[in-house]
């Protein structure tokens, strides 16, 4: 495989395992315009990962239905960040930020990439993102605001920040930990990042359920 | 807090209201309005306005009928037919010597 | 009934519309209220059943339908509570009654879905079932309600279309498949033929004498029949009544009459997934108390 497709698939999977567990907040987030606006989150990171499937369908001869749900768990190349399972709320947002974050800076360095259409998709889910960026701000904004909600957010962001470094490669590391600090207000714990490569247990759980009704009928049903 | 939405669907239409979202201030309230009335691409504008800022006028008098700023103020039917048949012009209107 | 409440009754029966600022008697207003909180609840209840399958569906466009689907649901449940709050009765009240079991939302959401064909069922039939419903109360005399279904409705037809979709691609995949969409076919029809309500006539409903509904449970029943029917049989898929039949001089449906006891045991509470439903709202509810705690409570 190629390290076009290698990285093409590295982002779309980050995007994809994102979009899933941001989707199962519709229907039971903190309250109904939250629900509302975190789905919309949700299905631009799905978007986003068809558009990068698609992308890597084209150099590989597959589909992107294919790339997305018809490979071995351990064939996934996201970060270990956007596999945890996280149903409460404060590590949530903390996820969403970090992961904000890293991916502004990861786009930044793919939009100037000399491969168009790498630019190209960039570019396009970046000016999306921005939106993405407000929703994290808006939040982290509220919650540093109050005693409660700085404590309860500063613990979930320790918890992830080995993780959050994981989504980056080594030499963006360091700017993300520069944005986040800076917009924290503190210095956050110098730790091992947790890399893409082994894979969090709840992967394989995730895939089991993910793909049991596709599995369900031959490959090339239609659905 | 309450906030109301108008939203526009097309350029150069009014403002219309849509609805109303709940909020703890303006920023989230701008998130929710863009999601409640903008997801699909149904409207290329809104505006954001707290409920509080809003008064509502629903009382309109009119004891003496003030009739004339209106076009339901005027009858002109018996007068114009008076003239025209004055004038003999009667059969030229439109619809002939029936017409109004 | 006094004067001034049969004057409003008189107003209401010849198309008048009322708004929020308007005087109101007190039964109109409760019973606008009870209404009307139901179907926010139901709106909110129903995403339950369908949320599950977001995360299994087998192509990242159902995905992306049905995870929209549902959102649009929770959308409705927001504008529908809005009107409910400006009825006078919180929205946190509103939820208390009905994690506690008090308020009742409707049947179809008390079912568990069992496959990806009700995934299917449900988008495309349930929906329908309730887009009769929701035309109907285009005409609501409470005109914050009936502007809202306006926009309950145009988002509704994207979700009729997306399970009939799904619907589709099922019936013409293989067997198994077929299979899928007729044994949910089979499961839901009981529910669907509950959906609107037991057969009262018109002048004995409350809701109808008030105009807060403009169509008789019945009517709304044999308009689904005559809409779905046929494009359910043309997919030859086979209806778990033998008794329905079309009479061709009346243009009326007849069939088994359904059990009507049993639909006002489940939405009191007792259907199969009642319980393990309103349990998990409970939970969710109890989980993210801190955050209306920390970001709500500073609202002005």
């Known amino acids: 495989m190629s390290e076009r497709a290698d990285l093409l698939l590295a982002i779309a999977d980050d995007e994809l395992f994102l979009g899933w567990r941001n989707s199962e907040w519709t229907g039971i987030a903190p309250f109904l315009e939250e629900d509302v606006a975190f789905s919309s989150i949700a299905q631009n990171e799905i978007g986003h990962a068809r558009a990068l499937y698609e992308l890597a369908a084209a150099e590989l001869g597959t589909t992107a239905d294919e790339l997305a749900f018809d490979r071995r768990p351990e064939e996934y190349r996201c970060a270990p960040l956007v596999q945890l399972r996280r149903l409460e709320w404060a590590r949530t947002i903390a996820r969403h930020w970090l992961y904000e974050t890293a991916d502004e800076i990861r786009l930044e360095a793919l939009k100037a990439s000399n491969d168009p259409e790498i630019a190209g998709i960039a570019a396009k889910m970046d000016r999306e993102e921005a939106y993405h960026r407000m929703h994290a701000e808006m939040w982290i904004d509220r919650l540093l605001s109050s005693e409660e909600g700085r404590a309860r957010l500063n613990e979930a962001v320790d918890e992830l920040w080995p993780y959050a470094l994981g989504v980056l490669d080594d030499e963006l590391r360091p700017e993300l930990r520069r944005r986040a600090e800076e917009r924290l207000g503190r210095t956050l714990p110098d730790v091992e990042p947790v890399t893409r490569g082994v894979h969090e247990a709840e992967l394989a759980e995730l895939w089991e359920e993910m793909t049991m009704v596709r599995r369900s009928a031959p490959a090339g049903a239609r659905w | 807090m309450v906030y109301e939405v108008f939203r526009q669907e097309r350029k150069g239409q009014p403002f219309q209201h849509a609805g109303s979202v709940t909020a703890p201030d303006e920023s989230f309230a701008e998130v929710y309005a863009r999601e409640q009335y903008g997801r699909r691409q149904e409207s290329v504008a809104l505006w954001l306005v707290p409920r509080e800022a809003l008064h509502q006028i629903a009382d309109f008098p009119d004891e003496f009928e003030m009739k004339y700023r209106r076009v339901d103020g005027y009858s002109i039917k018996a007068r114009l037919r008076e003239a025209r048949e004055r004038a003999g012009t009667l059969e030229m209107a439109p619809g002939g010597a029936e017409a109004e | ?300």
């Open chain 3, 1 to 300: 009934m006094d004067t001034r409440t049969q004057e409003f009754l008189e107003y209401v029966q010849s198309g008048g519309q009322v708004e929020t600022t308007d005087w109101m008697p007190d039964e109109y207003r409760a019973r606008l209220v009870k209404f009307i909180e139901m179907h926010g609840n139901s709106e909110l209840m129903g995403v339950l059943p369908e949320r599950d399958w977001i995360l299994r569906a087998p192509t990242l466009q159902r995905k992306l339908a049905l995870t929209a689907k549902i959102q649009d649901e929770v959308g409705h449940a927001q504008l529908i509570y809005r009107v409910v709050e400006d009825l006078g009765k919180p929205r946190t009240a509103c939820l208390d009654d009905l994690v506690s079991g008090k308020a009742k939302f409707h049947n179809v959401f008390h079912y568990p879905t069992k496959t990806w064909g009700d995934v299917g069922v449900i988008a495309w039939l349930v929906d329908a079932a309730a887009i009769v419903s929701q035309k109907a109360l285009l005409k609501c005399s409470y005109a914050p309600y009936a502007r809202i279904m306006k926009k309950i409705c145009w988002e509704e037809s994207f979700h009729i279309l997306h399970g009939r979709d799904v619907i589709l691609a099922l019936v013409t995949g293989t067997e198994e498949q077929f299979e899928l969409v007729q044994e949910a076919l089979d499961r839901w029809w009981e529910p669907l033929m509950h959906f609107h309500g037991n057969p009262i006539p018109a002048g004995e409903d409350p809701m109808y004498v008030w105009r807060i509904k403009s169509q008789a449970n019945e009517d709304a029943r044999q308009e689904f029949l005559d809409g779905y029917v046929p494009q359910i049989r043309e997919l030859g898929l086979s209806i778990p009544d033998p008794a329905l039949a079309k009479d061709d001089e009346t243009g009326v449906w007849s069939y088994t009459e359904p059990d009507w006891e049993k639909l006002r045991a489940v939405v009191t509470g007792h259907g199969p997934a009642s319980r393990e439903r309103l349990g998990f709202r409970r939970l969710s509810r109890e989980d993210v108390a801190w955050v209306e705690r920390v970001v709500l409570a500073e609202a002005a």
